[in-house]
């Protein structure tokens, strides 16, 4: 069927609101930034946890219009229908789980990466977009220690990086199956799925005891590996944990790598809390030997403070990532060789992607690498300076000393079980709103978590925390 130059000028005129003039992208630009600004502000005294029901305090009937609506009206309900319920994970005083709290620059950063559009999958559409997604990989791969031949990728999170390590190790060593998965019980349950989706799922799997600190246990490890070679089963992945999610512990990173070593065993490293902490000094030597590690999940947007959606895996030696994921079509022939390194397309699961390297270049380049080293000390050392103030209060068990910087602990009142009362407290925290926390069973016990690792938390909130707690305390006795 033709079409009439006519017809195409009168569909030009129609999608017109799509693209917006001069003045317009001034003024709402303008208009966004300040409801920005406005938020950040207010920040600092807003609760750390809202009602649901604000979902529900205004309306947009229909959803969506054939006409549009203006930016006063969309502004008004993001802020009370999106921003006001739930959790405020930007909260200085969310410490539930594990945010980083999203830096101003990255947010500059991502507003300027989804203006150009850079496709940074390919290094010959965008070597620029490409050449900064490897530097960002580079520095942190020199984070953690790891050589020049290693290379990394940029994913949406710790799920996705955790994946990408998984089918590395697949490709190297497990090729055809059979080969047998060593973990702890606290290892992050988004392995579980990595190994599924994997083709995994299935693999013979061991679950190695952990001692007093919820930590793996070498000698445990070891007796299971030397079982299964006695047996005809051929240890294939060692998987540990830089900071588990209940209790942030470091397994024994260093020896681990010793028995993976001489029975030639890919190690892997679940990073995805705590790796990062290597930047610091007290965080290095906490995971001595991760640099020997075959890969290493990280999430830049937990220890460097990022909005969530910023993940890192990244491969001792580099030919091993491509390996795994290397492959290329007729439309996607390269334009010419790139001296800037390989395209992440060729390194992950992923062949469309969102330019995520400016939010963690834009940081990195404005705030200087010494600010987010001493932001990493400070979080390490609230929490043991949380956890010396709870040992002092009558009634709380404030559980070992922390590797890193979650803290659990339990509500212990003279008489009776813990789990009930600890329950009770974490309850009524969380109802009050003002400082957020979260709960957890370990081996069936309950147990309250305070994870410490929004940038914008410093010790005014955790003494406001421990205050909140003695509140609490108060109103359960009546």
């Known amino acids: 069927m033709t079409i009439t130059r006519g017809e195409l000028e009168a569909l030009k005129a129609a999608m017109?609101?799509?693209?917006?003039?001069?003045?317009?992208?001034?003024?709402?630009?303008?208009?966004?930034?300040d409801h920005a600004l406005d938020y950040l502000e207010a920040l600092p005294e807003l609760?750390?946890?809202?009602?649901?029901?604000?979902?529900?305090?205004?309306?947009?009937d229909p959803e969506f219009t054939e006409g549009g609506r203006g930016s006063a009206e969309l502004l008004s309900y993001f802020g009370q229908c999106v921003n006001r319920p739930g959790f405020t994970t930007t909260s200085p005083r969310f410490m539930a789980y594990i945010p980083g709290g999203?830096?101003?620059?990255?947010?500059?950063?991502d507003f300027l990466a989804a203006v150009s559009n850079k496709y940074s999958g390919f290094a010959s559409a965008s070597?620029?977009?490409?050449?900064?997604e490897n530097a960002c990989c580079a520095w942190m791969a020199k984070v953690i220690g790891y050589p020049e031949t290693s290379a990394g990728t940029l994913t949406s999170g710790g799920s996705m990086a955790n994946l990408t390590a998984?089918?590395?190790a697949r490709e190297a060593r497990d090729p055809d199956g059979g080969g047998a998965v060593y973990m702890t019980r606290f290892v992050h349950h988004c392995v579980d799925k990595a190994l599924h989706i994997a083709g995994r799922g299935?693999?013979?799997?061991r679950l190695i005891d952990t001692d007093d600190r919820c930590r793996m246990d070498v000698a445990a490890l070891v007796t299971a590996i030397e079982r299964d070679v006695a047996n005809g089963v051929r240890p294939w992945l060692v998987i540990a944990s830089a900071g588990t999610i209940d209790t942030g512990s470091v397994d024994p990173i260093d020896d681990i790598a010793d028995v993976c070593a001489k029975h030639g065993i890919w190690f892997h490293v679940d990073g995805a809390y705590g790796g990062l902490f290597a930047l610091c000094d007290e965080g290095r030597a906490k995971l001595s030997g991760i640099d020997r590690a075959d890969s290493?999940?990280?999430?830049?947007?937990?220890?460097?403070?990022?909005?969530?959606?910023t993940g890192a895996a990244l491969v001792r030696d580099g030919n091993q990532l491509l390996h795994a994921f290397t492959a290329s079509a007729e439309y996607i022939t390269p334009l010419g060789e790139s001296e800037v390194g390989p395209s992440p397309a060729d390194l992950s699961p992923e062949l469309t992607r969102h330019f995520r390297g400016m939010r963690l270049w834009l940081p990195l380049q404005m705030g200087g690498i010494a600010a987010f080293r001493a932001a990493q000390q400070e979080k390490l050392g609230l929490a043991r300076y949380f956890h010396a103030r709870l040992s002092e209060l009558a009634g709380f068990d404030a559980g070992p000393p922390?590797?890193?910087?979650?803290?659990?602990?339990?509500?212990?009142?003279?008489?009776?079980d813990a789990d009930a009362p600890s329950e009770r407290l974490l309850q009524h925290l969380q109802q009050e709103g003002r400082v957020m926390l979260s709960g957890t069973r370990i081996d069936g016990r309950y147990y309250i978590r305070c994870a410490i690792l929004s940038f914008r938390t410093h010790v005014e909130h955790v003494d406001e925390l421990i205050e909140a707690l003695q509140r609490g305390v108060k109103a359960l006795h009546g």
């Open 202 to 205: 299935r693999a013979p799997r």
């Open 102 to 109: 999203g830096l101003f620059y990255s947010a500059l950063g």
């Open 16 to 33: 017109q609101p799509l693209e917006p003039d001069t003045d317009d992208r001034r003024r709402l630009g303008g208009e966004v930034l």
């Open 127 to 132: 070597p620029g977009a490409v050449r900064i």
């Open 296 to 309: 290493v999940a990280l999430d830049p947007h937990k220890t460097l403070f990022l909005p969530y959606g």
């Open 47 to 60: 609760p750390s946890n809202n009602s649901w029901d604000e979902v529900f305090a205004q309306k947009l």
């Open 166 to 168: 998984v089918v590395a």
């Open 402 to 416: 922390p590797d890193l910087s979650v803290v659990a602990f339990r509500y212990q009142p003279e008489n009776g």
